[in-house]
């Protein structure tokens, strides 16, 4: 899997292209989205100059969602001066409340190459923000903080540094809702184990959790034996261990947890399992998505299996 279509709705609004000739004409009806095509490279137009405009417009303070896309062909570029905008025009974004940072398709960049910085500037600048999304985890930073209102916040990746999990883990968000970290794979970035989430599965983080995606990741297996023997289970309504690379053994862990029966809905879709593990699981949930079941590569006797999102 790929990621192939940029959004066209996000904080639940359709998403438009900004066009600097206009400027913001709807800002609570429309979900903007700044970034440059490849006509854009081409004719020489500077991202900056863009997103300036785009900051400096007299509606930007009706703002409600915002959507970040690619800037930059050279993946040398990375986020910094972006958010260092945007934290300047912090006093007329005090109304944003949806934020997704790298709308990028594969065929702008792909995810690896994305090239992020530290985002927690962003944080402190926009203290109604409820959604942040952020895309690429190369050269992604963040500091442990608190924020009072933010209720989703997700990382996609093809490989989440273990350094940057501790980091989302230590922080303070009281009204959480949604968490979700796509893991990713080791030639990407990912450097983790499943302790990791020792405290997130006792279910001493983030009181207010509904959701929580671990997402897209080559340790799925250990994820969901660790998860289904977890606290965590008694308060979430949705778990999404989705793109990863779950088989039988976790699908069976998950099958015979006491506390499974209590979400809403399990999300495995792309995974390894067999169609009787899957028929079993589905017997013990209320709602099972295990679509896009996949086959390993097998060379010389040893099985393959490959997350969604990596490169």
């Given at each position: 899997?790929?990621?192939?279509?940029?959004?066209?709705?996000?904080?639940?609004?359709?998403?438009?292209?900004?066009?600097s000739t206009k400027g913001i004409e709807d800002p609570a009806g429309i979900s903007y989205r700044v970034r440059l095509d490849w006509d854009d490279y081409d004719k020489g137009?500077?991202?900056?100059?863009?997103?300036?405009?785009?900051?400096?417009?007299?509606?930007?303070?009706?703002?409600?969602s915002f959507v970040i896309g690619a800037w930059a062909p050279e993946s040398d570029?990375?986020?910094?001066?972006?958010?260092?905008?945007?934290?300047?025009?912090?006093?007329?974004?005090?109304g944003l409340e949806h934020l997704f940072f790298g709308d990028i398709t594969?065929?702008?960049?792909?995810i690896s190459w994305i090239l992020q910085s530290d985002i927690s500037p962003l944080f402190g600048a926009l203290p109604n923000l409820r959604t942040l999304r952020v895309r690429g985890a190369d050269g992604l930073k963040l500091t442990?903080?608190?924020?009072?209102?933010?209720?989703?916040?997700?990382?996609?990746?093809?490989?989440l540094p273990s350094d940057v999990i501790r980091a989302a883990l230590a922080c303070e968000f009281p009204e959480l809702e949604h968490l979700e970290l796509w893991l990713g794979d080791d030639g990407y970035g990912w450097d983790g184990n499943v302790k990791l989430f020792d405290d997130l599965l006792a279910g001493k983080l983030f009181p207010k959790l509904k959701?929580?995606?671990?997402?897209?990741?080559?340790?799925?297996d250990?994820?969901?034996?660790?998860?289904?023997?977890?606290?965590?289970l008694e308060r979430i309504e949705v778990l999404d261990l989705s793109m990863g690379t779950l088989g039988d053994k976790g699908v069976e862990a998950l099958t015979q947890s006491p506390q499974i029966g209590k979400l809403k809905k399990l999300d495995i879709h792309h995974h390894y399992a067999s169609t009787e593990k899957t028929q079993a699981l589905a017997a013990a949930v209320n709602e099972l998505d295990a679509g896009d079941p996949e086959e390993p590569d097998v060379d010389d006797g040893e099985e393959y299996r490959y997350v969604a999102v990596a490169e």
């Open positions: 899997m790929t990621i192939g279509e940029n959004l066209t709705e996000f904080g639940g609004l359709p998403v438009r292209d900004f066009d137009v500077k991202f900056a100059e863009v997103l300036a405009k785009f900051l400096g417009d007299p509606k930007l303070g009706e703002v409600k570029s990375n986020s910094e001066s972006i958010i260092r905008a945007i934290v300047e025009a912090q006093d007329k974004l005090q594969f065929e702008e960049q792909e442990p903080l608190p924020h009072a209102h933010l209720r989703e916040f997700a990382l996609e990746s093809g490989g959701y929580l995606g671990l997402r897209d990741s080559m340790i799925a250990d994820i969901a034996e660790a998860i289904a023997a977890a606290p965590i």
